[in-house]
């Protein structure tokens, strides 16, 4: 079977298909994170005494700091896509995906600070991961701003394409300094992950959760694409047929 | 290919010396934040030692970042780049003079005046040679990746502040390793590896930067 | 395990529920700009075909 992939990288196409999924994805949002967080906190009492109750903050914390590091990744993947094939709808869904990624990343220093309040005694600190993430900020952050800089739209895409691309190059080295200010040192510096370390139910609670973050940011990618698309076609035959024919409700 | 590099470089530091006041502005305001500095944070010549690495660093990030927004400019605004743009010289190349020539009009003054600034801040001959050195090699990254943010912001309100927004995320490394090759020096550590990273970091950007800027041209004056 | 328990998490319910409701408030509160957004879009895009309308 041959699908023409190509079809729906027309707005026109792809907005029909958007409006079956958004309900999709925020069915399996709610479904997903509703049940993580029943599982994390109803179903782990014993492990989770009065001492580590703290401990709940992760079940957002973790899901919301994958997220906001993945929607980067998304966001170039469709960047370069983008600038490769020059379709525009690439265009419009790095743009959609970069808000959903700057609140992620905002949530996760927001949840990071409460965990580490409770966990180190202080809300925050120039740990590796914490600076990281605040970079990560800075670059969604810097990226939304040349988008919205630019009034021509053909143009804000391209460029802030580019820079999006340009800040995925220079991630890795921007955090591995991050990680190792001191190069005489750096062989002793690795970051474990603590990800086995946790007890299975606890585990279960956030990677569910976390599961449950994707599905949501699918859902607000897509409706936000809907609008960038209603937005930048108005003036289309095909925007004004749709609006008309439904009222609006489509 | 050379010929160009050579014509570009000379014609825009001809250009800067008949405009004396914007190549001076980027070193006096190297200068002046470097000078406040000790008049808020005391004059106690070890707080002093301790923060000079870091403060001349980001006095230099920022003095450069400033200097930015007029590297394509006024090329834009007369027409000139447009003529670059289609003209049969491989726009890197272009890219990689008009940078250079911005480096010697803002880098390099940095550079002659670290020891100045060294001597403000009490430091010994060591770290001052250090400081120069890194400096020497920073800032010629600082203009590369700079250009790329000249080159997307071209033309734009208020494109100062925006390069700053978009710039200053990615020059974290070189004033982790800038500023980290001057505070090894003075704690008797060993400050080679430090400059070694800077160095190929300006390597690396030589290569990449001036393809990314030369795209960003396009897109921009399209 | 009674409800007052529940919701002082073992004296960090500030901690926790700061936490889980800036998760709540930003994700509820994109879903809903992004409604009125769309609302907003759609109002726009009526009025200016009604305008064409007339015209005509």
């Excluded at chain 1, 694409?225 to 003036?235: M, S």
């Excluded at chain 2, 033309?155 to 390793?177: D, K, N, S, T």
């Excluded at chain 2, 500023?179 to 950007?205: K, R």
């Excluded at chain 3, 305008?51 to 005509?56: G, I, V």
Aim: hydrophobic share 55%.
């Amino acid at each position: 079977m041959k699908i023409n992939w190509f079809k729906y990288s027309a707005p026109s196409t792809f907005y029909p298909l958007t409006h079956k999924l958004v309900p999709v994805f925020a069915g399996l949002a709610f479904l997903l994170i509703m049940g993580g967080l029943y599982w994390g906190f109803f179903q782990t009492p014993d492990l989770l005494t009065d001492q580590k109750q703290y401990y709940r903050i992760l079940y957002v914390h973790v899901g919301a700091a994958w997220m906001s590091m993945w929607l980067y990744a998304v966001l170039v993947f469709w960047a370069l896509i983008g600038l490769i094939f020059n379709t525009r709808l690439a265009y419009m869904l790095a743009a959609a995906t970069a808000p959903t990624g700057a609140i992620f990343t905002f949530l996760t220093l927001w949840t990071g600070a409460f965990w580490g309040k409770t966990s180190w005694g202080t809300y925050w600190d120039w740990d590796p991961r914490m600076t990281t993430e605040l970079i990560l900020l800075f670059l969604y952050i810097g990226y939304m701003a040349l988008q919205s800089a630019i009034d021509d739209s053909r143009r804000s895409d391209r460029a802030s394409a580019l820079l999006a691309t340009v800040g995925l190059v220079l991630i890795p080295i921007i955090f591995w300094s991050v990680n190792c200010p001191d190069p005489n040192q750096c062989a002793a510096l690795h970051q474990q992950s603590s990800m086995s370390q946790v007890e299975g139910n606890i585990r279960i609670a956030w990677l569910v959760t976390a599961l449950g973050f994707w599905m949501f940011a699918f859902m607000v990618i897509l409706m936000r694409v809907k609008n960038i698309i209603l937005q930048r076609e108005q003036h289309t035959t095909w925007v004004k047929r749709l609006i008309c024919s439904n009222e609006g409700q489509q | 290919m050379f010929t160009i590099f050579k014509t570009l470089l000379i014609r825009d530091l001809t250009l800067a010396m008949r405009r004396k006041t914007d190549v001076l502005s980027a070193l006096f305001f190297f200068i002046i934040v470097i000078s406040l500095f000790p008049l808020g944070a005391g004059i106690d010549k070890a707080v002093l030692q301790k923060i000079a690495p870091d403060i001349v660093w980001v006095a230099a990030l920022l003095a450069s970042m400033l200097a930015l927004e007029r590297l394509f400019s006024s090329d834009y605004e007369d027409g000139t780049l447009e003529q670059m743009l289609i003209s049969s010289q491989p726009l890197t190349v272009i890219v990689l003079a008009k940078v250079f020539a911005h480096w010697l009009l803002t880098g390099l003054p940095l550079v002659l005046i670290a020891p100045l600034v060294g001597l403000q801040y009490h430091l010994d001959n060591h770290a001052i040679l250090i400081m120069v050195l890194s400096i020497l090699l920073g800032t010629p990254i600082l203009s590369l990746l700079g250009a790329i943010g000249a080159a997307l912001t071209l033309g734009l309100r208020g494109g100062g502040i925006l390069i700053a927004v978009l710039i200053l995320p990615l020059y974290i490394p070189i004033l982790i390793y800038g500023s980290g090759a001057v505070s090894a020096s003075m704690m008797q550590g060993e400050s080679q590896a430090y400059l070694l990273l800077l160095g190929a970091f300006l390597l690396l950007s030589l290569i990449f930067t001036p393809w990314a800027t030369a795209a960003a041209l396009r897109i921009s004056s399209e | 395990m009674s409800i007052s328990e529940f919701f002082s998490m073992g004296g960090f319910g500030y901690y926790v529920w700061m936490s889980m409701g800036m998760a709540l408030l930003l994700m509820l509160g994109e879903v809903f700009v992004l409604k009125s957004q769309r609302k907003g879009l759609i109002k726009q895009i009526k009025r200016t075909i009604r305008r064409e309308k007339t015209r005509l």
